[in-house]
């Protein structure tokens, strides 16, 4: 059982490139989600799902897309990465739909660096 | 904004004291939630406490809630040096939908 799995761990992308942050969870949770943490900010949720086929925004959505084709997984795609976008992005689950009461299980963070 | 705001932003104390770290929020809330982070690792999920509580306890961890105020408190009793982390409060605000809105955190030292 492995939790709340991210990848890559390190990431050094270029202004303008594209690309993909995984995030895979096996414990069948319904509720997935994106958030980025950057200094003296706390977490700012980008966008969430509360099941397969369903997203929606967060408080910070802008230059980022998500899709929720299966269960598992929660890719969060930075299509043309600005240095603003320069942050640790951090996925969390829940085990319902709602989040209202319940613990969310975050995967351990992605470093991500546009220059 | 619905974010929380923590206070102090940091605290630095010797092992054996005891830390309190509070949290404000500016709606009302269905539920808020504290949680703890390690250096350079993510989050784990300390204590919930429900609109409908006071006071909840954990080992030795102690948070209180006061909607009047809107305000919480974590008091964490007898530190020690392996509690130094990141704390941060997280509320669920009514209306807000399925959000679960973090503050920008306490960064605790406790010196040994």
């Known amino acids: 059982n492995a939790g709340v799995t991210q990848t890559p761990k390190f990431q050094v992308l270029k202004t303008g490139q594209s690309m993909t942050l995984q995030c895979a969870q096996d414990?069948?949770?319904?509720?997935m989600s994106w958030y980025r943490q950057d200094p003296g900010m706390g977490l700012r949720l980008i966008h969430y799902s509360v099941g397969a086929g369903i997203t929606d925004q967060g408080e910070v959505p802008n230059g980022y897309n998500v899709s929720r084709s299966t269960t598992e997984d929660f890719p969060l795609r930075l299509l043309s990465a600005a240095p603003s976008q320069t942050s640790v992005y951090f996925c969390?689950?829940?085990?319902?739909?709602?989040?209202?009461?319940?613990?969310?299980?975050f995967g351990e963070g992605s470093w991500l660096t546009v220059v | 904004s619905q974010q929380g705001e923590e206070d102090p932003q940091a605290l630095s104390i010797q092992e054996g004291e005891n830390a309190t770290m509070n949290c404000s929020y500016k709606?009302?809330?269905?539920?808020l939630q504290w949680y703890r982070q390690n250096s350079g690792r993510g989050l784990v999920h300390l204590i919930l406490?429900?609109?409908?509580?006071r006071e909840k306890h954990s080992g030795r961890l102690r948070v209180t809630l006061d909607t009047s105020k809107k305000s919480s408190s974590l008091l964490i009793t007898a530190s020690r040096a392996a509690d130094t982390a990141s704390y941060f409060c997280a509320t669920d605000a009514i209306g807000y939908g399925n959000k679960l809105v973090f503050g920008a955190g306490t960064i605790l030292r406790v010196k040994s």
């Open positions: 709606t009302s809330i269905n539920n």
């Open positions: 414990m069948n949770h319904e509720y």
């Open positions: 406490i429900r609109s409908n509580e």
């Open positions: 969390a689950t829940s085990t319902t739909g709602t989040i209202s009461g319940n613990t969310i299980y």
